[in-house]
């Protein structure tokens, strides 16, 4: 299966952290970071993706017309969540509409937190994902298993579930366009690094059941990321793996000389892709 026509995608999530001057502040470091020590390299996509109320300035930051950041057609701005309908007496909701309004471009969807702390379903992700696609955002769709399900035998099972629900009734077309983030629960926020290899074979197994539901040349297509306790030391591992397209970072995307050698990593996997193409 070839990774060669895969976009490499390196998106920090950063959850409910950083006020809105930390959100810009963090945002400029990154930037700066990243068009100072990775001048003129090709750059995997980098999505920041900061609290609803930072979103503008965040945005400000990635679209600012100084020069002094890195080359903008690889940055992007992201949200953590989003509602699915257009409108309405929902309090406390974000619409798609109001985010693509922003200027922003991609959307986690499903995250564990999410499915764990706020009763997001499958069915309300697959709602979500077709929302987002209807509105032109890229969806980051994120599946995982619990520490309880992978010791139970449950894993395969589980993300298979995961992913066939979040995709149901969308066509080939739509399913192309999605980005799936792999992020084991039990490896999020702990420091426990799901083994490179079995990271691997899981994001393996998405694509193959999004192979059997959509066909090889949309399968091949899609990045597959992976997320839980990825750090500058365990990038390199992760990247040189055969399908794992990215990383989806926590904790470490919260400091710039952290988030940085992670989006390296990603950089490098580009330069690995392109002596195999
Ligand atoms: P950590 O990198 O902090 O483990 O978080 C991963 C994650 O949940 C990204 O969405």
Redesign the pocket.
């Known amino acids: 299966m070839s990774s060669k026509v895969r976009k490499t995608i390196i998106a920090g ?1 950063w ?1 409910m952290h950083k006020t809105v001057a930390e959100a810009q502040a963090l945002a400029e470091a990154v930037l700066q970071g990243v068009a100072k020590e990775l001048a003129g390299e090709a750059l995997p996509d980098i999505i920041l993706c900061p609290t609803y109320v930072s979103l503008p300035a965040v945005l400000n930051v990635v679209n600012a017309p100084d020069g002094k950041t890195a080359n903008k057609q690889n940055c992007f701005v992201g949200a953590q969540n989003m509602e699915h309908r257009d409108s309405g007496a929902f309090t406390g909701e974000i619409a798609p509409g109001m985010l693509t309004h922003l200027g922003v471009t991609h959307v ?1 969807l499903g ?3 999410r499915r764990q702390f706020f009763g997001e379903t499958n069915q309300g992700v697959n709602l979500k994902t077709k929302a987002a696609l209807a509105h032109k955002l890229v969806p980051i769709v ?1 599946v995982g298993e619990t520490l309880d399900e992978r010791e139970g035998g449950l894993t395969d099972q589980v993300i298979r579930r995961q992913v066939a629900a979040a995709v149901e009734d969308l066509s080939a077309e739509e399913v192309a366009k999605i980005v799936v ?1 792999y ?1 084991p629960v039990w ?4 420091g426990k690094n799901c083994e490179s290899p079995e990271a691997n074979r899981v994001c393996k197994m998405i694509r193959s059941t999004i192979n059997e539901l959509y066909g090889t040349s949309v399968a091949d297509g899609i990045p597959v990321l992976y ?4 750090k500058g030391s365990t990038i390199d591992e992760q990247m040189a793996q055969s399908d794992i397209d990215g990383a ?6 919260l400091k710039a000389e952290e988030f940085l050698p992670i989006i390296k990593g990603g950089a490098k996997r580009l330069k690995l892709m392109a002596t195999k193409a």
């Open positions: 999530n959850k986690i995250h564990s937190e994120c983030a992020e490896a999020i926020g702990t997320g839980g306790s990825v989806l970072v926590g904790g470490a995307s």
